[in-house]
């Protein structure tokens, strides 16, 4: 064909015989590019893709493909260069000479063509990626031989061929249908799609129509159980979508719905499951507790608890308005469990107390409380409900509460003694008892447990002391802030012992109140008047011989705090 082109440049009577070689073999190729194509119709090919899914594809197909878009181009591209003839023809005499000139220059056409790029009239032919020249274009020779027939008629074979490899490709999708995890697949991979023979809108579209009309066939059949697996599926695929921006109606019409019953059968479910876990845990009331790896007490029916709730909540994590009401339902659960125990603890204290009840009792409540924390703990952490973990903290907190008041009714005879005169006279200690319940607590509680416990502790004990000084009884002696530090003083000492660093504030605040008298103390108890109750500063100034004018200082004192009545508080009603 280059031989042919320096003929035409040199004015040279031109031979059509070369050129027509080459025409004939495009032919003979068309031949068996024919023959290949009948051949491939019989694999069903899914998809001709050119950078993805090729395993997906007969081999064949992909470079049968391949010789379709080069034989379509040039075809496209002969009817272009027609118009590109007209433009050839109006590059100026001048301009021709010196492109011949530089033709027979170089003396070859790779050169040719470096300088042919430099004339925008033909600059636009080079693009069409053709290796005829502009001489050859002149003598339509696509016009004149029979191959663009043939060409014709490839393409309408391609139709029909293009015809069955959709049918065959929506038929291959159907097939992956009833496999979730391949559809999955299948869209997660849409972006990379580059297909030559379904519009990609088209194939998605299908896809989604057909997976949709599985799906509503499927819930004819499907049991309620099962629905989860659902809910989950269409959010996976919405994320993928999303994630593509490919945008679809949703999967499932009548979601709302399936949503209320699986909410109605889990509510059932949960319901007995919960039954049975708080009959469980209530029959363990007369069995030596369980301990843990650490030695400590432990419920196995909580972990059976703990397990329940977070096999439903764990799968359902991805939906947050299934996960809302599923928690609800747990939450209610909960409760009951929480108020049954609760009961069932303050119902048996008093017989525990004072040891007319059966035995155990405040390893039970040990138990439960170790429990709770860690139910707190796992339901803060890895459920990231705090709902649920307020509540077990709740009843750790109610069963440390309950154990603090056992501990204090059981000292009652001596904490009965503080602002007596047997208190100054130091002849009991309420230490030795205290130490005996603090030692049994360390060992068989969580630490942190623990460090809750002494701090509930403290603050009992303070409540103590603050009921005490409102008796009649009590008396207010010059030493009474000194033996009042010494006794702070011991109960910090035991508890410091016991790995607790905690102040008892409240009484140390009361001690400070004692020391000072006079414009002293009134200024004093401006500070601490939300610490220290109205009640108890009127105490002491009654029971204190250092203020002379009482009644003048209770005027100023309830002028401080108002004209608010206080109701008693639980100590008050234990120590009257």
């Known amino acids: 064909m280059d031989e042919a082109i320096k003929k035409i440049n040199s004015d040279e009577k031109f031979d059509l015989s070369e050129l027509k070689k ?27 893709n050119h950078t993805k899914l090729t395993t997906l594809l007969p081999e064949q197909t992909l470079i049968i493909s391949t010789a379709y878009k080069n034989l379509l181009f040039v075809y496209n591209s002969s009817l272009r260069l027609k118009n590109i003839k007209n433009e050839c023809n109006e590059i100026y005499p001048i301009e021709y000479e010196k492109i011949k000139e530089q033709f027979i220059k170089y003396q ?48 309408d074979i391609r139709k029909d061929w293009k015809d069955k490899l959709i049918k065959e490709t929506k038929n291959k999708v159907i097939l992956r ?36 009309e599985n799906i509503r066939n499927k819930l004819q059949e499907t049991d309620i159980s099962k629905l989860l697996s659902l809910f989950e599926f269409e959010h996976e695929l919405k994320l993928i979508n999303d994630s593509n921006f490919i945008y679809l109606p949703h999967l499932l019409d009548n979601k709302y719905e399936l949503i209320t019953k699986y ?15 708080k009959k469980s845990i209530f029959n363990s009331r007369n069995q030596p507790p369980p301990v843990d790896e650490h030695n400590k007490f432990i419920c196995t029916d909580f972990i059976n608890l703990l397990e329940l709730i977070k096999n439903q909540i764990e799968p359902i994590k991805f939906s947050k308005e299934i996960r809302e009401n599923i928690e609800k339902i747990l939450v209610e659960g909960v409760k009951s469990i929480i108020d049954g125990l609760i009961n069932l603890l303050q119902n048996e204290f008093s017989a525990a107390v004072n040891l007319k009840g059966p035995p155990g009792y405040e390893e039970y409540v040990v138990m ?6 860690k139910l707190a703990q796992f339901a803060n952490d890895s459920l990231e409900s705090k709902v649920l973990s307020d509540l077990f903290v709740e009843l750790m907190e109610s069963c440390n509460s309950i154990l603090c008041n056992f501990v204090v009714f059981t000292c009652k005879p001596i904490f009965n003694l503080i602002f007596t005169d047997k208190w100054y006279e130091r002849e009991k200690s309420v230490i030795p008892t205290l130490n005996d319940f603090v030692t049994d607590y360390k060992k068989r509680m969580n630490d942190y447990n623990f460090y809750k416990l002494i701090v509930k502790l403290s603050e009992k004990i303070s409540e103590v002391y603050f009921s005490q000084i409102k008796r009649n009884r009590a008396k207010l002696y010059d030493d009474v802030s000194y033996i009042l530090k010494k006794d702070i003083l011991e ?16 009484v140390r605040v009361l001690k400070e109140l004692l020391e000072n008298e006079g414009e002293a103390f009134l200024t004093e108890v401006i500070a601490v008047k939300d610490v220290i109750s109205k009640e108890v500063v009127v105490s002491i100034i009654r029971k204190r011989s250092v203020f ?22 639980l100590f008050e009603k234990i120590f009257g």
């Open 491 to 506: 109960i910090e000492e035991l508890f410091y012992k016991n790995d607790v660093e905690v102040k008892m504030e409240q």
């Open 177 to 212: 249908i009833p496999d979730y995890e391949k559809v999955l697949n299948d869209f997660s991979k849409i972006p990379e799609l580059k297909n030559e023979i379904i519009d990609k809108r088209e194939l998605i579209e299908f896809y989604f129509d057909k997976l949709k």
């Open 108 to 155: 070859e056409l790779f050169k040719f063509k470096e300088q042919l790029r430099n004339y925008n009239k033909l600059e636009c032919i080079d693009k069409l990626g053709l290796d005829l020249e502009v001489k050859v274009i002149k003598y339509n020779l696509f016009e004149q031989i029979e191959f663009i027939e043939q060409i014709n008629y490839i393409c």
């Open 368 to 373: 439960i409380s170790n429990s709770s924390l």
């Open 263 to 277: 909410v109605k059968y889990s509510e059932e479910n949960i319901e007995a499951w919960m039954n049975n876990v």
């Open 22 to 48: 080459q025409i004939n073999n495009l032919q003979n190729n068309y031949h068996t590019l024919n023959n290949k194509l009948i051949e491939i119709q019989k694999h069903n090919p899914l998809l001709i």
């Open 548 to 569: 002379i004018e009482k009644d003048e200082y209770i005027k100023k004192v309830k002028r401080f705090y108002g004209s608010k009545k206080e109701e008693k508080g």
